[in-house]
């Protein structure tokens, strides 16, 4: 059924999300933090709103259009019991047995088109799946991960809340007895080849991935 959907941000992705939302036959309105912030969408033929109107539209279902994980849970807590956050699911994602309805048990997902889950999956709120990422099967993925385009999640791997891994990044996978695991906040590079445990708060890079640095979110 179509409905008019919130989208906070006014920026890439808030754009790509604007996109998933049209492709399920809905209209958006785009909600900015500020006037400066509303300042910066450029002409998307959408109607812009603040955060600070939300009261008037509380009937509204919402979704929050940011990859950045950390901004991105900071809305999720301002309006946390204030509105209704759904799921946007592009029409061309594809899912394994029993899949797409874990998926809908959960709120504030973005899963964009060309997104492959296959089975035994559980995910948390507020992830997002952006174009062309593959997740097999008995993996975890925490509230408020970033799954970047074409990255691939292979088998058993849990990855930790807050995480943000690159596009085009390989996770290799773990065993049945022990997930390979991405920790905490941790955000993977862009092309990285992830071959073993990565530590929460760190950023890791190359082929195979290495800890470069620990980061302080």
Request: net charge negative.
């Amino acid at each position: 059924m179509s409905k008019r959907i919130g989208i906070f941000g006014t920026s890439g992705m808030a754009r790509e999300t604007q996109d998933i939302a049209h492709d399920l036959g809905h209209s958006v309105v785009f909600v900015a933090r500020d006037p400066l912030e509303m300042a910066t969408i450029q002409d998307t033929g959408e109607d812009v709103m603040l955060e600070s109107d939300i009261d008037r539209f509380r009937d509204m279902a919402y979704s929050i259009g940011v990859g950045e994980c950390v901004a991105r849970r900071k809305i999720a807590n301002r309006f946390a019991d204030k509105i209704k956050f759904c799921n946007l699911i592009h029409p061309s994602a594809t899912f394994g047995r029993n899949e797409r309805e874990h998926v809908e048990t959960k709120q504030g997902v973005i899963v964009a088109a060309g997104v492959r889950f296959t089975c035994n999956i559980l995910i948390g709120d507020f992830t997002i799946f952006n174009l062309n990422a593959t997740i097999s099967h008995d993996c975890i993925i925490g509230d408020f991960v970033t799954i970047s385009p074409q990255a691939c999640v292979l088998g058993n791997v849990e990855i930790k809340a807050g995480a943000w891994i690159g596009a085009g990044t390989i996770i290799n996978q773990g065993t049945t007895e022990s997930k390979l695991l991405i920790g905490e906040n941790s955000l993977i590079g862009s092309g990285a080849v992830v071959l073993s445990e990565c530590d929460a708060k760190s950023v890791y890079v190359g082929i195979p991935a290495r800890r470069i640095k620990v980061h302080s979110q």
